[in-house]
């Protein structure tokens, strides 16, 4: 079974660079939608009106994690 792309993400959060910082907001967020998709995680930002820097991280992510799938 493939990992879901939020459980990934929050598996990041040692990484020192964009995307560890990203994960680290991810886990201090209650609403964080663990189990989501990379789209999940998009509308969970739009919720909190995200600058548009924070989308193309998670875009950077999406990359990342695919080849994972």
């Known amino acids: ?3 879901a ?3 990934w993400l929050l598996g990041q959060a040692l990484r ?3 995307i560890g910082v990203l994960a680290k907001q ?3 967020d209650q609403w964080f939608p663990i189990d ?3 789209e999940d995680v998009r509308q969970r930002l739009r919720e909190l009106q995200a600058e548009g820097d924070v989308f193309a991280l998670v875009d950077d992510a999406e990359m990342e994690w695919l080849p994972e799938r």
């Open 5 to 7: 792309f939020g459980r």
């Open 36 to 38: 989501g998709s990379p």
């Open 16 to 18: 020192d660079d964009a």
């Open 26 to 28: 991810a886990k201090a």
């Open 1 to 3: 079974m493939t990992q």
